[in-house]
């Protein structure tokens, strides 16, 4: 019925419309028709993926630009918690600058790692199956960021500990936190410290990236101009209207 009144529309059109207006609505007529089919499994499973890589591709650029974490109070790594003491006892004896100059180099490590970042979260989604994209799709707001976390959260950490090890040293934030450290064990009384710097801005840096993708899976679901591409609309507009 619906066809059917799509085709007589034309019709009447036909008669009234100069050549671009007609090729226009053939346009149209064309897109209503295709929407009009209902989804199929795969272009679910599609549509999800490509929010997904949009977001991590957006995610990843934010998170390498310049004070992408360091500028970003919501993902910003601290001096690690368990040396605290550390920073405490350094700003007492006045090198509090050079504590916040080795937060700064921290989150430049970071950022550096950030971009090799895209490609091991892509392999992740790309990864996923039909069936696992399509109860996402019909879950939580963050089910694909819960969902991508859950399953490849230790993976990621594993193949980033190098990445983000190789970032620190690039960005001397290692040999800053050694000097540091250093300089911490030398004060009287105090109990040797040496936290395990890597794993823990891979951590941090990890569970920024994931904050970043949640944002944009958010935006994606929620607002329809961040719908990049014909599929992306067609897949949650027809989610939007199931929940409705």
Do not use: H, W
């Not at 109070?73 to 918690?81: E, G, T, V």
């Amino acid at each position: 019925m619906k066809i059917r009144f799509l085709y007589l529309s034309l019709t009447i059109l036909i008669f009234s419309c100069t050549s671009q207006q007609l090729s226009q609505t053939v346009g149209a007529l064309n897109e209503a028709l295709n929407q009009s089919a209902p989804l199929t499994s795969g272009e679910a499973a599609s549509g999800l993926k490509e929010a997904l890589i949009q977001g991590i591709s957006k995610g990843a650029n934010q998170a390498s630009a310049l004070d992408g974490f360091l500028g970003n109070s919501k993902i910003k790594i601290p001096f690690p918690p368990d040396a605290q003491k550390v920073a405490n006892t350094l700003r007492d004896i006045g090198l509090g600058n050079e504590v916040d100059k080795f937060v700064t180099t921290l989150n430049r490590g970071a950022e550096e790692a950030a971009k090799e970042a895209k490609p091991i979260f892509v392999n992740a989604i790309k990864a996923m199956t039909i069936q696992d994209a399509f109860n996402i799709l019909k879950g939580e707001e963050n089910a694909a960021t819960n969902y991508l976390k859950r399953t490849t959260e230790q993976e990621l950490i594993n193949k980033f500990t190098p990445v983000m090890e190789t970032a620190l040293q690039k960005v001397n934030a290692t040999k800053f936190y050694g000097d540091l450290v250093e300089r911490y064990n030398k004060v009287p009384f105090v109990e040797k410290a040496n936290p395990d710097l890597t794993n823990f801005a891979t951590q941090k840096a990890v569970d920024g990236l994931f904050v970043l993708i949640a944002q944009e899976e958010a935006n994606i679901r929620e607002n329809p101009a961040a719908r990049a591409t014909d599929l992306l609309k067609r897949v949650f507009a027809e989610q939007n209207t199931k929940k409705e």
